[in-house]
Nanobody, 124 residues
Framework: QVQLVESGGGLVQAGGSLRLSCGASGRTFSVRAMGWFRQAPGKEREFVAAISWSGTITDYADSVKGRFTIVRDNAKNTVFLQMNRLKPEDTAIYYC?????????????????WGQGTQVTVSS
């Protein structure tokens, strides 16, 4: 099994920044592509960003493109999501996910492992 633990969430004013981290432990050789998803109250979980095993391929939802950046440190089994120019509509629980495929996916069902989530709240 693989355990994913997110951190870095919190309360921030609109226009501010947060950096989320997701550390993987356990059978980390199963972890290749990684992604971030979010779920706001009353809404379905949605794709935010994903990164390939090598880190050379990234993908972003249109709503966050140009504001969020996903990077990874394979030596530390960690993926980061730098979130800048945050908006109130970014408020959600953010989940880290890991896939055993090398290339990133926007489909939540493709991911094999999930973290418990971290709350991000952006005030207006």
């Amino acid at each position: 099994q693989v355990q994913l633990v997110e951190s870095g969430g919190g309360l921030v004013q609109a226009g501010g920044s947060l950096r989320l981290s997701c550390g993987a432990s356990g059978r980390t050789f199963s972890v290749r592509a990684m992604g971030w998803f979010r779920q706001a109250p009353g809404k379905e979980r949605e794709f935010v960003a994903a990164i390939s095993w090598s880190g050379t391929i990234t993908d972003y939802a249109d709503s966050v493109k140009g504001r969020f950046t996903i990077v990874r440190d394979n030596a530390k089994n960690t993926v980061f999501l730098q979130m800048n120019r945050l908006k109130p509509e970014d408020t959600a629980i953010y989940y880290c996910a890991a896939d055993n495929e090398y290339n990133p996916s926007r489909t939540a069902g493709n991911y094999d492992f999930w973290g418990q989530g971290t709350q991000v709240t952006v005030s207006s």
